[in-house]
């Protein structure tokens, strides 16, 4: 169940509109890290957990805060919008350089789609879309999705603070900066007593059935031997690393059969 309050979690107001800001603001937003991300797979790993409720109950802890998040840069981005012309921009535009700077970074569709609201978006105006979320049903495999989704969206917001001197902007930033900073560190503890649990490598119950001999081999795919640097150093499951100069084809060359004529592949 869940209850929702008008109140938001944290200020999100601006010291005044920039239509430009908020078409920045949609990568936060809508985009493929952005709130929207989170928001949709915490809540659908959360729903998914049915093992330690511990776990579970911090998905969806986690999960429930991002809508609230959605909801405060939702808002933050209605206030920017406010007062930004659609009519009458070209007499606008001449008494105002500097407002016409501005319009012509605004997303057109915050006025013709969304009515000078936010949108499910990225900035550039492709929507937001199910394949950025992920609900794996492995607790290990979902947890380093979270450290890194946690970390693009600390990254982008990072960015975002210098892209404005607005103090009110900056604001709810610095408080999103804030949580990202302890949802990185929640899911990078939940993940380390996982691995301990089911070991570091995802699926951990395969291991005896895979070519061992090629899991822990460094391969030279490069001009560079950089990787080099690895062999002989301890994994995380307690191997060693080695290093392959030239690895060898080993698969030969493959020989398939022609596709059907009436397909007109015209293969020599």
């Known amino acids: 169940m869940f209850k929702h309050t008008r109140k938001l979690q944290y200020n999100a107001k601006p010291d005044r509109p920039?239509?430009?800001?908020?078409?920045?603001?949609?990568?936060s937003l809508?985009?493929?890290?952005?709130?929207?991300?989170?928001?949709?797979?915490y809540l659908s790993q959360g729903w998914s957990s049915t093992g330690d409720e511990k776990y579970k109950d911090l998905l969806l802890d986690t999960g429930t805060e991002e809508i609230a998040h959605v909801e405060m840069i939702s808002t933050m981005i209605a206030?920017?919008?406010?007062?930004?012309?659609?009519?009458e921009q070209d007499a606008a535009y001449e008494k105002d350089p500097a407002l016409a700077s501005v319009m012509a970074g605004m997303d057109p569709e915050h006025a013709l789609v969304h009515g000078m609201t936010a949108s499910l978006n990225n900035p550039n105006g492709f929507g937001w879309n199910a394949g950025y979320a992920t609900s794996s049903g492995n607790l290990v495999a979902d947890m380093r999705f979270n450290v890194t989704r946690e970390s693009e969206a600390r990254l982008?917001?990072?960015?975002?603070?210098y892209m404005t001197e607005d103090e009110g902007i900056r604001d709810m930033l610095k408080f999103l900066l804030a949580r990202e900073t302890q949802h990185q560190l929640q899911f990078m503890k939940a993940q380390e007593e996982l691995?301990?649990?089911?070991?570091?490598?995802?699926p951990g119950d395969m291991k005896e059935i895979e070519h061992k001999e090629f899991a822990h081999v460094l391969m030279n795919f490069s001009d560079g031997e950089g990787?080099?640097?690895f062999e002989g150093q301890v994994a995380k499951d307690g191997e060693k690393f080695t290093y392959q100069e030239n690895p060898e084809a080993m698969g030969g060359i493959p020989k398939t059969k022609p596709a059907d004529k009436r397909l007109h592949n015209d293969q020599g």
């Open 79 to 87: 206030y920017l919008l406010e007062g930004a012309p659609f009519s």
């Open 18 to 27: 920039d239509p430009l800001m908020a078409r920045r603001l949609q990568e």
């Open 156 to 161: 982008q917001v990072s960015r975002l603070y």
């Open 195 to 202: 691995e301990d649990k089911y070991g570091v490598i995802v």
């Open 227 to 229: 990787s080099r640097a």
């Open 30 to 41: 809508g985009g493929q890290w952005g709130e929207v991300t989170g928001m949709m797979s």
